[in-house]
Nanobody, 124 residues
Framework: VQLQASGGGSVQAGDSLRLSCAASGSISSIYAVGWFRQAPGQEREFVATITWRYGSTYYTDAVKGRFTISRDNSKNTLSLQMNSLKPEDTAVYYC??????????????????WGQGTQVTVSS
């Protein structure tokens, strides 16, 4: 599975931004897709996930109510709509995919595949 992320940029606090990720390859092997982020000097952290077939979602508390994850099975794409952005949302965002359903809705989400990162910078 190959993942290609896009849509990052620089915005002001309170603005919105939409990230996209195109998936290709063995899509049928994917159970869930998701987004991670890594701020400077910090570990990469889980942000949100959605199951590929049923569209069930799970978010980390820090983004609940502000971010919305979605997928379009017909286009093999994954998106992350980010509203009410805060400076602490500044990070490199990565899309990811996993094959196993075990533990998919937890913060200990372990991807099998990674996309390249896209920078999101939020200024105060």
């Amino acid at each position: 599975v190959q993942l290609q992320a896009s849509g990052g940029g620089s915005v002001q606090a309170g603005d919105s931004l939409r990230l996209s990720c195109a998936a290709s390859g063995s899509i049928s092997s994917i159970y869930a897709v998701g987004w991670f982020r890594q701020a400077p000097g910090q570990e990469r952290e889980f942000v949100a996930t959605i199951t590929w077939r049923y569209g069930s979602t799970y978010y980390t508390d820090a983004v609940k109510g502000r971010f919305t994850i979605s997928r379009d099975n017909s286009k093999n794409t994954l998106s992350l709509q980010m509203n009410s952005l805060k400076p602490e949302d500044t990070a490199v965002y990565y899309c990811a995919a996993r094959r196993s359903p075990v533990g998919w809705a937890t913060l200990e989400w372990r991807p099998d595949y990674w996309g390249q990162g896209t920078q999101v910078t939020v200024s105060s």
